[in-house]
């Protein structure tokens, strides 16, 4: 995609829109040229803050018929990033990625 911006969003949005919007590995495919630009930049929420699908983004319908529907549970960020780093160091010691 020539002259593209292209955002990826994070574990956070995918669980704050209860999947709605889909987090991915962040990848870039090198040109045939050598030239690529890749910036990355995060932005996490206090380890305190307590994450979980926005009530405004679930459908009532959602909501009223079965809380199964509600895709991800309550967590606060920072068990996840605790998390995300032992399964990250892990799978990095196998030589795969998360």
Known sequence: ???SV??????????????????VEHR???QPD?????IASFYNPG??????PAPQLVEKS???E???????PKFVFENYMKLYAVSSSKLKNLGLKL
């Open 1 to 3: 995609m020539p002259h």
């Open 6 to 23: 292209v955002v990826n969003i994070g574990d956070q949005l995918e669980v704050i829109t209860n999947g709605k919007y889909k987090s």
């Open 28 to 30: 870039v495919i090198a």
């Open 34 to 38: 050598g030239n690529t630009m890749s």
């Open 47 to 52: 380890s305190d803050a307590i994450i979980f």
């Open 62 to 64: 959602e909501k009223l």
């Open 66 to 72: 079965n809380s199964k529907l509600i895709k991800y």
